[in-house]
């Protein structure tokens, strides 16, 4: 399995960014994609995530109405839409996999893999 994580940088507070998780070698579709941050001096916390099988969908309560994540399913993509961010959304973001949403949106270290980070910086 392999997560590529693409859509970070540098926006103004207020503005928007769309991340893009790109997922590939799953060989069986019932799993979850979720997205991690971590910011400076702080711990890493779950943002959101969305079922391959169903599309169902989850939020941590900090980004309710804020983030969006969607799924292009033909290609396995997956995107955080980010909008009105601010300074403190500054991070860095982490594309993950799971079996289930539930343990990503607790946090939870997961079960099937992980991406490389890519950096958002809310800043003017």
């Known amino acids: 399995v392999q997560l590529q994580a693409s859509g970070g940088g540098l926006v103004q507070p207020g503005g928007s960014l769309r991340l893009s998780c790109q997922a590939s070698?799953?060989?069986?579709?019932?799993?979850?994609i979720g997205w991690f941050r971590q910011g400076p001096g702080k711990e890493r916390e779950a943002v959101s995530c969305?079922?391959?099988?169903?599309?169902?969908?989850g939020y941590v309560d900090s980004v309710k109405g804020q983030f969006t994540i969607s799924s292009d399913g033909a290609n396995n993509i997956f995107y955080l839409q980010m909008n009105s961010l601010k300074p403190e959304d500054t991070a860095l973001y982490f594309c993950?996999?799971?079996?289930?949403?539930?343990?990503?949106?607790?946090?939870?270290?997961?079960?099937?893999?992980w991406g490389q980070g890519t950096q958002v910086t809310v800043s003017s």
């Open positions: 993950v996999a799971d079996f289930r949403c539930d343990p990503i949106l607790r946090g939870l270290d997961p079960l099937v893999g």
């Open positions: 969305i079922s391959r099988s169903d599309g169902s969908t």
């Open positions: 070698g799953f060989t069986w579709d019932d799993y979850a």
